[in-house]
Every structure is written in structure tokens, then in C-alpha cells.
């Protein structure tokens, strides 16, 4: 939520969109207002009411300061995460020293 | 602005809705009536004018259940401490009280001890759920009324008719452990004129379209615990508008009885609901 909102703000059906678009990151879409709530108590998110022309009011959320910090500090932290786990799963037998008997 | 009408009436839709105000019934209010607006915006923007019922189906069925939502949003929601709740309540409740509720009280405490923990039962139960506005009651403000949204704030206005009968219907949840009765409406909590209220009985009713038809109604009425009704909140017209002007609520205050205590509820209806000008014939006040 916070890297879609890095690009630009959104309102939440927009949100919800681009999250249904990602195979497996929404289990209902439902879930997105909760989530944004959380973030917006956290101080990560913020939102406001747009009127625009032609179109009903919508609220629009936005990402913060602190948001912009968390979400960069998530990334390397996944990054050194998926390197780990990238590690081990594609470790291959003839990487490792392992003993003729097997090891017993 | 656009029309949200065609959307909000939908039975699906009011039937989830429903269900979203009971799930939502244990969270804090300020948190249950900012999850209720998401989910009505969501609805308007993902459906069209229209929808059909498979589309509505589908719109909801991607929602989520209301009691998957209610649980989501419980998380991280620090509940409030009992004692801070209790006593809120408490004050809330005592600052309204009645005199003879007073000294009712005084006396039960006096004479049964025993009795003072019920009382603290009752003045610490939940108030009403509101469910909002369900629509207005007569066909011919029903077909005359407009929808509009501006700055996140939603309302249906219909003409007045002045000299005769005009209402709308809200609903209401009893969330508590006890049996409420509904005696009325607080006095002058309506400014359009004299106004009177009467709860629907449980019997088996329809929605045609976001209006109600076959229900009954009546005064006072008991509404168990967990379970909701419809109150009919009735006027006769008598409010002085001029051309161009209106006057609208955005909340009801119901008399309310829950064991030996009778107070009043502020129901908020979550959207305006107002009467737009001119007046016909003569009127007695202005909003």
C-alpha cells in the first residue's frame, strides 16, 4: 500500500484496484479500509477530500514523511531478506563441503 | 454530485449494510462510523448507476464478509479501557438522568444493596446502534428526492409539503444485554414541525426498492437484546421556507427505557436529510 501510495495519491476503490491487480496481495478487497486506518494511526498515511469536477467527493489517501521512511527502511530490509532466502533456495548440493559418507 | 440513490437502495446492499452496523457494534464509534463511510464509498464507486443483482453479488462477495471486515478493523484498534468506558458512560448517563430517576436511584441503593449492581449494569450499556437513515416514508417524497455529496458529506432532500404528513425511517440495533424500550422522540428534537415516532414490530417486512412495506408499527416498543428495528419518525410540516432554502437533520434523539432508566439517544444518520423550499400556505416557524 505505502509503494503504490509512494507514486501517487489514491482513493480507495483506485487502491484497491491496483492491489486485486497484483495476483495474491488482497484476500477482499475489504481489508484495504481497515489496513489504511492502521496507517493513518501510525502516522504512515494520511487522507483528504477531493472534489473534483464531475465527479462525487472522494477521499484520497497519501503517504507521509514517516511513510516514505518506513517504506524505504522495509526495502532494505527485504532486500537483504530476499537475498537470504534466495540463498537457500537455490543452494545446490555441489555448492556446500559435504563428506563422502554423507556425513555420518 | 451524482445520484447515489439507485445504489444505496438496493435490498443487498442494505442487507450488508446491516450486517456491517451490528459487526461494528464493539468497536470504538468513531472508528465503526469512519469504516461504515469507506464501505459506502467503495459501493458507489465500484458499481454503476444501476447495478444489477449479480453485479451487486459480486461487488460484495469481493468485500468481504461484515464480520471478517468488523474483525480486521478491530486489530491494532487499542480497545478502550473498561474503567475509562464505564465511567464516560456513567457520567453521560447520570448527567441525564431524571430527578425521579435520582432518587429512584437513591432508594435502590438504600433499601438493596444488591440492586446497585444492576444499576451500574444499565447505566453502563451500550446505547442504541444506529444504522442510519433507511429512506423516506411516503411514495411522493420518495420519488421527488435528490441525492448530493459534497465534500464527503452525503444528503437527500425532498420538497416540503406543508400542512401534511412527511418522515423518514432509521434504523436501530440493541447491541446491550438488556431489553430497551422506545418511548418517542425526545421533545423538539425535530425542527420541521410536530413530530411523533413508532418503532416497527417484528413481524416479516419487505423492502421494495428502499421502501418498507408490510411493516407495523407501534409505540412503545421493546427491542431485545441483539436484535434491530425500524423507527418511523413522523411530522406534520409546518416549518417556514422560502423559495431556494432548506432545513434538515442529521440526527434523531429517541426517549429511551432500559430498566428503571429513561434517557434520551442521539441516533446520527450518517447523511442530511432535509426539506427544501417554498412553503405552502401558512407556517408557524422557522428552522
Excluded at chain 2, 18 to 41: F, G, H, N
Aim: charged share 20%.
Amino acid at each position: 500500500v505505502l509503494a503504490l501510495l509512494e507514486l501517487r495519491p489514491r482513493f480507495g476503490l483506485e487502491l484497491v484496484r491496483d492491489l486485486a491487480a497484483s495476483d495474491g496481495l488482497l484476500t477482499s478487497d475489504g481489508t484495504v479500509y481497515p489496513l489504511l486506518n492502521r496507517l493513518r494511526d501510525a502516522g504512515l498515511v494520511t487522507s483528504e477530500w477531493r472534489d473534483e469536477e464531475g465527479e462525487r467527493a472522494r477521499r484520497y489517501y497519501s503517504i507521509t514523511p514517516a511513510g516514505r521512511e518506513t517504506l524505504a527502511a522495509f526495502r532494505a530490509e527485504w532486500a537483504q531478506f530476499a537475498t537470504t532466502v534466495g540463498g537457500v533456495l537455490n543452494h545446490r548440493e555441489g555448492d556446500a563441503h559435504v563428506a563422502p559418507d554423507g556425513g555420518r | 454530485m451524482m445520484s447515489t440513490r439507485t445504489r444505496r437502495r438496493h435490498p443487498l446492499i442494505r442487507s450488508y449494510l446491516r450486517e456491517l452496523d451490528l459487526a461494528l457494534a464493539k468497536l470504538p464509534p468513531e472508528k465503526a462510523v469512519e469504516l461504515r463511510q469507506q464501505i459506502r464509498a467503495h459501493l458507489q464507486d465500484a458499481l454503476p448507476q444501476r447495478p444489477s443483482a449479480d453485479e451487486v453479488a459480486a461487488v460484495l462477495s469481493r468485500l468481504g464478509p461484515p464480520a471478517e471486515l468488523a474483525a480486521d478493523a478491530a486489530i491494532g484498534a487499542a480497545p478502550q479501557p473498561r474503567q475509562t468506558v464505564v465511567m464516560r458512560r456513567l457520567g453521560t448517563r447520570l448527567r441525564r438522568a431524571r430527578w425521579q430517576s435520582w432518587v429512584l436511584s437513591v432508594v435502590v441503593v438504600l433499601v438493596l444493596a444488591a440492586g446497585v449492581g444492576r444499576l451500574v449494569q444499565f447505566l453502563t450499556a451500550p446505547l442504541l446502534q444506529p444504522g442510519g437513515g433507511y429512506g423516506w416514508v411516503y411514495a411522493k417524497d420518495f420519488n421527488r428526492e435528490v441525492d448530493t455529496q459534497a465534500g464527503g458529506a452525503e444528503q437527500t432532500t425532498v420538497p416540503i409539503r406543508s400542512g401534511q404528513l412527511q418522515g423518514l425511517v432509521i434504523t436501530i440495533t440493541n447491541t446491550s444485554d438488556f431489553t430497551q424500550t422506545v418511548l418517542g422522540l425526545a421533545p423538539n428534537s425535530i425542527p420541521f414541525g410536530t413530530a411523533f415516532a413508532r418503532v416497527s414490530e417484528p413481524n416479516h417486512w419487505i423492502d421494495i426498492g428502499g421502501m418498507i412495506a408490510n411493516a407495523r408499527y407501534t409505540l412503545p416498543e421493546d427491542v431485545p437484546p441483539g436484535q434491530f428495528r425500524m423507527v418511523e419518525v413522523l411530522w406534520r410540516s409546518s416549518v417556514c421556507l422560502a423559495r431556494g432554502a432548506q432545513a434538515g437533520i442529521q440526527q434523531v434523539q429517541l426517549r429511551v427505557r432500559i430498566g428503571w432508566l429513561v434517557e434520551t439517544d442521539t441516533i446520527p444518520l450518517f447523511e442530511g436529510w432535509y426539506l427544501s423550499g417554498p412553503s405552502h400556505g401558512p407556517c408557524r416557524s422557522r428552522p
